[in-house]
């Protein structure tokens, strides 16, 4: 484990340049305080966003007028929807998260912190869940600056338990929290369940799905040699291997397969996949890839 884990998660030159930002649902813009954020749901808020065709029984109130002297066709104004943006973060404190150092849960719970310090001086609606075999009790719905030393008291309190089960995990959080919003995975995703059933649970709830895959350098690229006993450290599986330099290969070619795949999954069904290492720079992961994947801006 890190030394790194006794130090603040967010130092405060860091925590200025966060201040900069906001967080941008691709699907939703919704709401700091009554008409301080804009939904791209239709609506009847002060904003116009666009024109569909008259029906019978429509409010006549929303009838524009003007055009109706120009094509001689009744249209109704659609205006843009004011409410809360709620920004959901599932952080993975499964064991395999305890693993490198920075250990993997240690630079999740970074990660966390950010977009949550984030939103927080956007006034969003924050909620921070964790999950192990299930569903782990997490921070309820938080607004405002003032509410950020309960997210860092609740990141600190964190520990890594258990085995992983992101689809029952998935399947809790879908029915908890049922309404629309962002909501950000941060896993190593190593559930030998897969990923896909977990985020077809999301998907099913019409949510803004950020995908952010944790490993650690030794991970990505192992420095063994020779012949080893290798224990799962959530199951206690064992392998016994020899290793090679053209096992390692095959273990590369086998590790990026899987990346890809994992990418091109949720890049066909609209999630944002965003693969990173704990040895990549925090501040380049926040201000640079999630800038990058629209999350941020």
């Keep these: 484990m890190s030394t790194a884990s006794s130090s603040p998660l967010l130092d405060p030159e860091f925590l200025h340049k966060l201040e900069q930002l ?4 691709r699907k939703i813009f919704v709401g700091r305080m009554k008409g301080e954020r804009r939904s791209k749901r239709r609506g009847s808020s002060v904003e116009f966003a666009d024109h569909r065709n008259y029906s019978v029984g429509d409010d006549l109130r929303h009838i524009d007028w003007n055009v109706y002297g120009r094509l001689d066709k009744l249209f109704l104004k659609l205006f843009l929807e004011e409410e809360d943006l709620h920004v959901y973060t599932l952080l993975d404190t499964s064991l395999s998260m305890d693993f490198g150092d920075p250990t993997k849960l240690r630079y999740g719970k970074q990660v966390a912190a950010a977009l949550s310090f984030v939103g927080l001086v956007n006034h969003d609606r924050i909620v921070l869940d964790t999950f192990s075999s299930n569903l782990e009790p997490g921070l309820g719905s938080v607004r405002g600056r003032s509410q950020m030393w309960r997210v860092v008291q609740y990141l600190d309190n964190l520990k890594a338990v258990g085995t992983s089960d992101l689809t029952a995990a998935a399947r809790s959080f879908a029915i908890k929290h049922p309404g629309k919003g962002i909501v950000v995975v941060i896993s190593d995703f190593m559930d030998k369940r897969g990923y896909e059933d977990a985020l077809r649970y999301l998907l099913a709830r019409n949510m803004d799905i950020y995908v952010v895959h944790v490993l650690s350098r030794e991970e990505v690229e192992p420095e063994l040699v020779g012949d080893l006993r290798l224990i799962d450290c959530e199951d206690d ?14 273990y590369k070619e086998t590790l990026d397969a899987y990346v890809g795949g994992f990418r091109d999954w949720c890049t066909r069904r609209g999630i944002a996949y965003i693969f990173t290492t704990n040895q990549t720079p925090f501040d380049k992961l926040i201000l640079n890839y999630l800038r990058e994947r629209g999350l941020v801006k």
């Design 237 to 250: 599986d064992e392998a016994e291997i020899t290793v090679s330099a053209p096992l390692l290969k095959r």
């Design 22 to 25: 906001e967080l941008v649902s």
